[in-house]
C-alpha cells in the first residue's frame, strides 16, 4: 500500500481530507485483492512477491484509481512469477528492538491447551481456502494465511519505529494509516495512534470469498463530517463507527535521542519507561 500510495502524490493531501482518505481507501481495495489472490505458504506454492513489490508493478496498479469515483470491482492485478491478539514493543538502551503479536485468533483457539503449559493453541488453519484451485489451499504440513503483522521500520538499517495495530483485517489499513501520521504528517507516536482511522470491509480475502461491489468505509466519529459527504459523492458507501479500529501501540527511537512511547485509547495497554 506504501508504495502504491507513493505513486499518487499523497503527500499533497491534508490529513484525512477526502481526497486522502479516498486514495488510502482505494489503494486498500487493490491490495487486499492482491492479498486474496496470491497470499499462500512460500514453501509450498511459487508467490510473486519480488513482482508484488516491485516499483513498476505500484506504478500499474495506481494508474486503476480513479481519483474522483469508488471502485465497485476491484480485481487482483496480474504479476509475474519469479481475533484475540497482544501487540508488544520493548526497545533497550543499546537501541536492540523487538517488535511481536501474539494471537490464538478466535475465542479460545482450537480449543486445546498442552498438558501443564496453560495456554491455548490458535486455530489459524479455519483461514486456508476449501478451494483446491486456491494457492492458499487446505494441505498437510502447509502455513495457513494469517493477519499478523509485527510492523518495524528502519533507517539506513537502523531501527526507528517498532509498531502494531491488532485486529485482523484492520491490520494492514491501520498500519497504512499510523505510518503515514508519522512519516508524512509529522505525528507523534502518540498522536500517530491517536488520529481518529477509516476502515474498509468488503475486499476479497484468501479464504476465498470474493469482494461484491465496493464495499463499505467505516469512519470513526472524529473524521469531518465534510470528508464523509465527498467520500458519498465519489461513490463509497460510508457509515459511522464506534469499535473495530484496531488497537496499536508504539515506540519511536530518536535519533540521536531518547525513546518516545504511543499506546492509543481505543484498547487496553500502557507505554512505560524504566
Known amino acids: 500500500m506504501l508504495q502504491l500510495l507513493d505513486e499518487s502524490g499523497i503527500e499533497r493531501f491534508d490529513h484525512n481530507s477526502a481526497d486522502y482518505l479516498h486514495w488510502l481507501i482505494e489503494a486498500k481495495k487493490l491490495v487486499y485483492e492482491d492479498r486474496a489472490r496470491y497470499y499462500a505458504d512460500p514453501e509450498r506454492v511459487a508467490v510473486p512477491t519480488t ?37 508488544l514493543t520493548a526497545v533497550d538502551e543499546e537501541r536492540n528492538a523487538v517488535s511481536l503479536i501474539q494471537s490464538i485468533y478466535r475465542g479460545f483457539g482450537s480449543g486445546n491447551v498442552p498438558t501443564g503449559l496453560g495456554f491455548a493453541l ?7 481456502s476449501l478451494d483446491p484451485s486456491h494457492p492458499n489451499r487446505l494441505e498437510p504440513r502447509k502455513r495457513p494465511f494469517h493477519t499478523i503483522i509485527p510492523g518495524f521500520v528502519t533507517v539506513s538499517g537502523a531501527p526507528r519505529f517498532s509498531f502494531g495495530v491488532m485486529g485482523g483485517d484492520m491490520q ?19 498522536a500517530a495512534g491517536d488520529a481518529p482511522r477509516f476502515r474498509h470491509d468488503g475486499s476479497s480475502t484468501p479464504t476465498g470469498d470474493r ?22 459523492g465519489r461513490g463509497h458507501r460510508v457509515v459511522r463507527a464506534g469499535h473495530g479500529f484496531g488497537g496499536y501501540q508504539g515506540i519511536w527511537i530518536e535519533s540521536p535521542g531518547g525513546l518516545v512511547g504511543g499506546t492509543e485509547r481505543r484498547k487496553d495497554g500502557c507505554a512505560l519507561g524504566l
Open 172 to 190: 494492514p489499513q491501520g498500519q497504512l494509516q499510523v505510518l503515514l501520521n508519522a512519516l508524512l504528517h509529522g505525528m507523534d507516536a502518540q
Open 122 to 128: 490458535q486455530n489459524r488453519g479455519t483461514l486456508f
Open 211 to 232: 469482494a461484491a461491489g465496493s464495499g463499505t468505509v467505516l469512519l470513526e466519529s472524529a473524521v469531518p463530517e465534510a470528508t464523509a459527504r465527498e467520500l458519498r
Open 51 to 87: 513482482s508484488l513489490v516491485a516499483r513498476d508493478y505500484a506504478r500499474r496498479r495506481a494508474r486503476e484509481i480513479d481519483p474522483e469515483r469508488a471502485s465497485t470491482a476491484p480485481v487482483a492485478g496480474v504479476v509475474e512469477n519469479p481475533a484475540d491478539t497482544v501487540y
